[in-house]
């Protein structure tokens, strides 16, 4: 019996996955001709969604009254962002809490768009708070607050945060 | 940049693209970050969606220098390639990153391109083109991935079964840092395809001692010790491969095949008590591994030699019991899969949160079946089909929702009409005799205007004459005509009179002249500035009357054809979901079935082993009895 289990045991190692081979193989082409559909409908798929947020955007947010805002961290930032709140005119436009994941991307260079929203033509005031932990664990949080105008164009404003080490708020808010 | 993949196992190659952020430059398009924040959370959909549709309205303008993506356009082109190729769309990926290949870029970009061009070409397993691919790299290339190429290279050369080729390729990548361990075991693996023995056993032995406290390089280690003592097991070479399979760590992936080959390795040089150190280790490790099943009949085997029948027969007895066990699981498993309830678990959200979200099927009660599919879920055909699923009930998850939106498109466009439609025509009306009035005074002040120019340049005093001047020079020319023929003393003296009075007035018009102009030009500079205020209101009244009709006309057929579009996706999504669940459970259940009809070959020879311990613990028990 020794040599019947040796036997099994060497086509183990020599090739780890072999009992599923015959599976496998019969599900090879079948996988890669489905694989070419999924791809087609994958493409189908993205292409409606490009569409439908395109009308979304005419529909809920036109360009006249549009606004958005984009929140990125500033490089070399090592505070964890836990929430983030906007005020437009004293109104709470959103309040975001964010999770690691967001946060790992924000600090890969990724820009978040937080809020898109309508407002009049005209000056507005803004109100950024964010909250947060430094690198040795103490809570922090910051506010700061900005006027903006609002043209007849779709309005984005680029909102970077930095730790409290930056100076200032360390907010900061710019067109785009 | 941590590379941990890229390793070769004999012909079983994986590659994987790197994501390419915008490096230390300053970003300049924020849909571009927008696109990179969905990518760096693995939301690969929605970063395609965003990217896709921003590189296209960059192809689509004028004067690209003015658009903000040019600055990243490079980047963008290659990331769009490098998304779709982590969404496993290869088809498109490939497209996206020969458009960067075939345009007008810097040396090193082009060759970066043709290097995941190649690493495409090798995932879809065509070797000849993705070699073709590396061969269009030339000149400078990112340092970055200088390594990666060679590796790449190595690996075409193996899976196309040209192993002499790998290993030159190989030897050069012995120092790099990137791949340490991998490229050892690989110019092992490539010696061995070569019958290079001697030289594969050297290099297995070296690939078997690096150090390093990575756990893929500490794996890819343990996997070096474990095929060098396969190997000298298959050459009956036991003791010399036991000191290989001893380095294989305890509580790595491959220290369960390790214990078994290294019982095997002690029983066959007749070191029968070493024998059963490693396999009463094994014996009691997780039931579902083949190596663990295999040391359950190994270890009463090995007390059977040693003669110790009595608890040889024990072992047989609980090998068989677990056996019985595990079948019974089998079957639960089997059926469960036939219910649907494997695909059902698949496809729970809260569990693929988690990364090592395979591994933590194992833990839920209701999905039995995964605790024999791990090998199958690793496989690469499987893995294929079962991301495909997964991809696929993601975007059945979407399309139902956007289906569910155009209800509430069409309710606010229907708001928005019901609102507009009775107001607009007073509204319209109202506006129309407003505009003509506004038309009128804006040519009433183009005239003003014309006149104050003209003005500047010759002079004209009447024309700056009040009402009652002007009236009075109408009177004035009215009397000089009636008098122009009379020669009476009368008439002369009314002609000396008007003419002392046109005299009166043509001074008051000449002194006054300047300052009636200044006054003038300051009026109509006051009228600029409220001409100005109501062109702007008057701009904006018709932004507003326009964004009233925009609000809620020309919905009503892209909605249409939107609504037949994710109809007929969804149509598409669910016949795909169909076949490629149906796959994925004969698939499963193929693979459960064979392990099921091993463990009953094994219980077999359990139940025969466990007769025969039984009988020969009798008779030695009567022969001590005598």
């Known amino acids: ?176 | 940049m941590r590379r941990t993949s890229l390793i070769a196992t004999g012909l079983l190659l994986t590659a994987y693209l790197v994501a390419t952020p915008v490096s230390g430059e300053e970003l300049k398009d924020l849909h571009f970050g927008e696109a990179l924040f969905h990518a760096h959370q693995g939301q690969f959909f929605e970063a395609l969606e965003r990217l896709d549709t921003e590189v296209r309205q960059h192809d689509g303008v004028d004067e690209p220098e003015r658009d903000t993506l040019y600055f990243h356009i490079n980047d963008a082109e290659f990331s769009l390639g490098d998304f779709e190729l982590r969404y496993r769309m290869h088809h498109r990926a490939g497209r996206a990153i020969k458009a960067v290949l075939e345009g007008a870029v810097d040396e090193l970009v082009r060759n970066d391109a043709a290097y995941r061009l190649a690493r495409i070409h090798f995932q879809k397993n065509q070797m000849g083109d993705a070699m073709q691919a590396l061969q269009r790299i030339e000149g400078n290339i990112p340092a970055a991935i200088k390594d990666d190429i060679e590796f790449l290279r190595a690996n075409i050369h193996l899976a196309d079964g040209r192993p002499a080729a790998a290993a030159e390729v190989l030897q050069g990548l012995q120092d790099s840092q990137a791949f340490t361990g991998y490229a050892a075991y690989n110019l092992g693996i490539a010696y061995l395809q070569d019958g290079q023995r001697q030289a594969a056993i050297e290099q297995l032995d070296r690939a078997g001692q690096v150090s390093s406290d990575d756990p893929s390089v500490l794996a890819i280690r343990d996997k070096s010790n474990l095929v060098l003592g396969t190997i000298l097991l298959e050459e009956g070479n036991y003791a010399g491969a036991i000191p290989y399979l001893n380095r294989v760590r305890l509580d790595g992936p491959f220290s369960n095949q390790a214990l078994l080959s290294t019982g095997w390795a002690s029983m066959s040089t007749d070191n029968i008590e070493r024998a059963v150190v490693p396999w009463k280790i094994l014996a009691a490790r997780e039931t579902t591994d083949r190596a663990t099943q295999e040391a359950m009949l190994a270890l009463p085997y090995a007390y059977g030699k040693l003669d110790v029948y009595g608890r040889a027969a024990i072992s047989y007895g609980h090998a068989l019991d677990s056996f019985g066990a595990e079948v019974d699981k089998l079957n639960v498993s089997i059926e469960s899969i036939r219910e649907g309830k494997f695909l059902e678990a698949l496809i729970r959200e809260e569990i693929r949160k988690d990364k090592d979200w395979v591994i933590r099927l194992r833990s839920l009660p209701e999905t039995p079946e995964t605790y024999y599919l791990m090998e199958l879920l690793a496989s690469h055909d499987f893995q294929t089909g079962l991301q495909n699923y997964l991809d696929l009930a993601d975007l059945r998850r979407k399309l139902q929702t956007w289906q569910a939106n155009f209800d509430s498109f069409d309710e606010m466009a229907d708001i928005r009409r019901d609102h507009y439609e009775p107001l607009l025509p007073d509204i319209d009306t109202e506006f129309r005799e407003l505009d003509s009035r506004m038309r009128l005074r804006i040519e009433q002040h183009k005239m003003l205007v014309r006149r104050r120019d003209d003005l500047l340049t010759t002079p004209r005093p009447e024309f700056l004459a009040t009402r009652e001047e002007q009236q009075l020079l109408r009177r004035l020319e009215l009397l000089e005509a009636q008098l122009r023929g009379g020669q009476s003393l009368l008439a002369t003296t009314a002609k000396q009179r008007l003419k002392r009075l046109r005299g009166l007035l043509t001074w008051t018009l000449e002194t006054e002249y300047h300052e009636r102009l200044t006054e003038f030009d300051l009026n109509l500079r006051n009228l600029d500035e409220a001409m100005a205020v109501l062109e702007q209101e008057y701009d904006e009244y018709v932004r507003s009357r326009q964004a009233a009709s925009h609000s809620y006309v020309g919905y009503q057929k892209p909605i249409k054809r939107m609504r037949a579009q994710v109809r007929e996706a969804a149509g598409k999504i669910e016949l795909l979901m169909t076949r490629q669940g149906h796959l994925l459970e004969v698939t499963a259940i193929e693979e459960l079935v064979a392990r099921r009809s091993h463990l009953e070959n094994y219980g077999d020879k359990a139940r025969f082993a466990l007769a025969d311990s039984y009988d020969r613990a009798t008779q030695a028990q009567a022969r001590v009895d005598e």
């Open chain 1, 1 to 176: 019996m020794s040599r019947l289990i040796r036997k099994m045991l060497l086509a183990a190692l020599i090739c780890a996955s072999s009992a599923s081979l015959s599976a496998q193989e019969l599900s090879g082409d079948n996988t890669r001709s489905l694989d070419g559909q999924v791809q087609e409908i994958k493409s189908d798929v993205l292409s409606i969604a490009s569409e439908l947020s395109n009308l979304e955007e005419r529909l809920l947010f036109p360009s006249n009254t549009q606004i958005s805002l984009f929140v990125s961290v500033a490089d070399n930032e090592d505070f964890r962002l836990d929430a983030l709140q906007v005020e437009i005119d004293g109104q709470l436009a959103t309040h975001h809490i964010y999770s690691f994941q967001e946060l790992g991307a924000l600090q890969k260079g990724g820009v978040q768009r937080v809020y898109t929203g309508n407002i009049v033509t005209g000056e507005h005031q803004l109100r950024i708070t964010m909250m947060g932990k430094l690198g040795n664990g103490d809570d922090f949080n910051a506010s700061d607050s900005f006027v903006f105008a609002k043209g007849v164009k779709p309005k984005a404003l680029g909102v970077t945060l930095a730790g409290p080490g930056s100076g200032a708020s360390g907010i900061q808010v710019g067109d785009w």
